[in-house]
């Protein structure tokens, strides 16, 4: 009982549809039935009556129906829209159909009342006949109706599944994105662990080995000098002073290598102090005058004349700048012109204390800027002049490490190294006021 009870609820709708259209029949075939008893008045008064309780029971019955065909319908692909227009044109289809038999039926109810009147009947109305004609119409517009308003509302629900679906699925692509980038990242992760930890090992490996060659090489050093005091017949001499000068450089290598070791490590400590880049310059010039000599180069020099003041370490700057000037030493041309130049750069990045040097190679340059500060990196890849590959290397790193930035410009034959230190404003400033006072 309490099943039929739970029936009758859900199917309520439908139930007092199927009532409501018992109830207008009985009407309109009272309406067909005794249409000769009617005058045109009555007969559409009992068509109206008919339709208003056939119309919305039709109404009511015929949703029930379709919502319940159209309950577990799910399109199966994205195409949904076009399923659902097809289903769609196929109810109107059949809806069309049905009102075409419909008014079939009302055309042959008007010819038997034509007959009807033809052969003698002494009373026939052919209201009923119209009024039958137009509830064709009716029920054919309320059926419409009912569907468009239900395919519509199915419209709206299948595009409301698709929108969540669309999102559970972005929702899932977005997770699946975001392990994956998680995955990605930790792999990277570990590779730059490796390759610190692989640098760092490098870098161990060259200190210690460079540490560990100075102490022979001293004593080896020290053992010479005593020797140049024995009595030595001159080929000895010439052979001692020729391992004196290869040891000598290989000390020097030594000390690069370990100083360029050192300060890739991060572990350098600076004591920084003001100091004068031209003073610095011309000091270097006087340190190294018997190597500028000895190459017959011609240097030529164009600093600036404003204070070059600038706070750094002395040690690495002048280590900075004596190497730069000692490459173009090695490797420039015979008989061409070295230019050392410094001035004041201003950018997006502030203001710069900006030195280059540019040389004439003596040699092919078939290299990347990149590829020559590498350690080891040689421009002279026939290796027929001096030199181990670490100065650049060292004046990259070294600038790098001061807060500097270096840079190479390769034109033709023409080398340019470039250096730039970024100025404070209130180092300008300064360097204004006692240009002020000096005048």
């Known amino acids: 009982m309490h099943k039929i009870f739970v029936k009758m609820k859900n199917n309520g709708r439908a ?6 259209m018992i109830v207008g029949v009985v009407f309109f075939y009272g309406l067909i039935a005794y249409h000769q008893f009617y005058v045109t008045e009555d007969a559409w008064c009992l068509a109206i009556v008919a339709n208003i309780l056939f119309t919305p029971g039709e109404v009511l019955f015929f949703h029930s129906i379709l919502v319940r065909k159209l309950e577990k319908w799910v399109p199966e692909n994205d195409g949904f829209y076009e399923e659902w227009k097809e289903k769609r044109r196929r109810y109107l289809q059949r809806l069309v159909a049905v009102t075409g038999v419909g008014l079939l039926c009302v055309c ?3 010819l038997f009342l034509t007959f009807e009147w033809n052969y003698g009947c002494s009373r026939t109305n052919y209201a009923s006949g119209y009024a039958m004609i137009i509830t064709v119409f009716i029920q054919s517009m309320a059926c419409r109706s009912v569907i468009s308003h239900i395919m519509q509302d199915k419209l709206e629900l299948l595009m409301e599944h698709m929108t969540e679906f669309s999102r559970k699925r972005l929702k899932e692509a977005l997770e699946i994105e975001k392990e994956s980038l998680k995955k990605a990242m930790e792999i990277e992760r570990k590779s730059l662990e490796k390759v ?4 760092q090992l490098r870098i ?32 000895v001499r010439d052979y001692l002073d020729v391992i004196t000068d290869k040891a000598a450089k290989l000390k020097e290598m030594i000390e690069s290598l370990f100083s360029l070791a050192k300060a890739s490590s991060g572990n350098v400590e600076f004591h920084m102090e003001t100091i004068e880049m031209n003073r610095l310059i011309e000091q270097i010039y006087a340190d ?14 164009i600093l600036t004349d404003e204070e070059t003041k600038i706070t750094t ?16 030493l090695k490797y420039s041309a ?19 204390l900006c030195m280059e040097v540019t040389n004439t190679a003596g040699y092919h340059m078939d290299f990347q800027k990149e590829d020559i500060i590498e350690r080891f990196a040689r421009a002279d890849k026939s290796r027929t002049t001096e030199g181990n590959g670490l100065g650049l290397a060292i004046v990259s790193t070294y600038a790098s490490a001061l807060g500097g930035m270096f840079d190479i410009d390769i034109d033709c034959d023409q080398f340019k190294a470039k250096l730039a230190f970024p100025i404070p404003e209130e180092g300008m400033a300064s360097c204004k006021e006692d240009e002020t006072e000096k005048s």
């Open 15 to 20: 139930i007092l549809g199927i009532l409501l």
């Open 108 to 110: 042959m109810y008007l």
């Open 196 to 199: 610190s930890r692989s640098d």
């Open 204 to 235: 161990d490996l060259i200190t210690n080995v460079s540490h560990d060659l100075k102490t022979p090489l001293t004593s080896m050093v020290g053992y010479m000098e005593l020797m140049r005091k024995e009595e030595l017949s001159d080929t």
């Open 288 to 301: 190294m005058e018997d190597k500028i000599t000895e190459s017959g180069l011609e240097i030529v020099t």
């Open 313 to 328: 370490d002395n040690l690495y700057m002048y280590r900075i700048c004596q190497n730069l000037i000692e490459n173009a």
């Open 334 to 352: 015979r008989g061409t012109r070295v230019f050392v130049k410094t001035f004041y750069k201003s950018g997006l990045t502030g203001n710069q």
